[in-house]
């Protein structure tokens, strides 16, 4: 199987190009690329498809072998692979996901992409869509007890949930401690990814996140908008203007719209190329349970 391993400001995934290539039960195929020490090492896999309603289709699996529904972070590789690779000359493209189609702008430097903007679509914000079991029209800045601690949570879906918690001194939180507790929550029927932010200012935040079923990534950018999200309905940042957000891996800009729309710009690049053996996958393939 040959693959490309790149990453958006540290959100690494396996990225396998299905205009050439079949990945059969790619479920266990995400588990065993995703493993550090017996893989090649990643926070998932990525299939880039055919698609009829885009120019180009995108189906990511977690580390765990769950299928995500959204990453911002491997939209923005995406762009960058098939403008790269010559698969599209065009620095306009849709990609279907399965939150919907999502809009990329390529911008390039030195004829290969530096950066790309995507349109990630509206903010969803109604706790029954997020999922959120709760009876709330919002769920902002809410109350929650987590093993034994109360937290206040504001919850966003960007085609993923989100749970967003202000707090300070972001660097000393233990995730692989209390990062299951959230995820794993009786409120979120789906599991969650949760954000732990500090406020820097009205236009900077930084940002830690624990993912489902990839645990603490370097990056996550439907994580990002669904913090700046979180940070305007809560009045820390203003609508309409460009928000930073410090990430472990690096930087993202966040604009959240008074329409709704979030808009995520940020860079993408390659780590390197391989081909894993197809023996060893299929080795490795008998021993994955995946959780479903």
């Avoid at 972070?73 to 698969?87: E, H, L």
């Amino acid at each position: 199987m040959k693959f490309s391993k790149m990453h958006g400001i540290g959100n690494d995934y396996i990225y396998v190009n299905c205009f050439e290539e079949k990945v059969d039960e790619p479920e266990k195929v995400s588990v065993v690329v995703s493993d550090r020490r017996f893989g090649i090492g990643s926070d998932g896999l990525v299939l880039i498809m055919p698609s009829d309603k885009a120019d180009f289709r995108m189906r990511i699996f977690n580390a765990d072998g769950s299928e995500a529904m959204m990453c911002g972070n491997a939209t923005r590789c995406i762009g960058k692979y098939v403008y790269d690779m010559g698969m599209t000359d065009k620095t306009e493209i849709t990609l279907e996901t399965n939150s919907g189609i999502k809009y990329l702008r390529l911008f390039l430097k030195n004829g290969k992409v530096d950066s790309v903007e995507v349109d990630m679509n509206k903010a969803i914000l109604k706790p029954a869509d997020i999922p959120v079991d709760s009876s709330l029209d919002l769920f902002i800045n809410q109350p929650v007890e987590v093993d034994g601690k109360e937290y206040r949570i504001t919850c966003v879906s960007m085609g993923n949930p989100h749970a967003v918690i202000f707090t300070g001194n972001i660097d000393s939180l233990d995730l692989e401690k209390i990062g299951p507790s959230f995820e794993n929550h009786r409120l979120f029927p789906n599991r969650i990814n949760t954000e732990f932010v500090e406020v820097i200012d009205s236009h900077t935040l930084k940002m830690r996140v624990w993912e489902r079923g990839s645990g603490e990534t370097f990056a996550c950018g439907t994580g990002t908008c669904a913090t700046v999200v979180a940070a305007v309905l809560n009045g820390i940042c203003p609508y309409d203007e460009e928000v930073l957000v410090h990430l472990r891996g690096g930087d993202l800009r966040i604009t959240y719209k008074k329409d709704g729309t979030v808009m995520m710009t940020g860079p993408a690049a390659y780590v390197f190329e391989g081909n894993m053996s197809d023996e060893l996958i299929n080795e490795l393939k008998e021993n994955v349970i995946c959780r479903q």
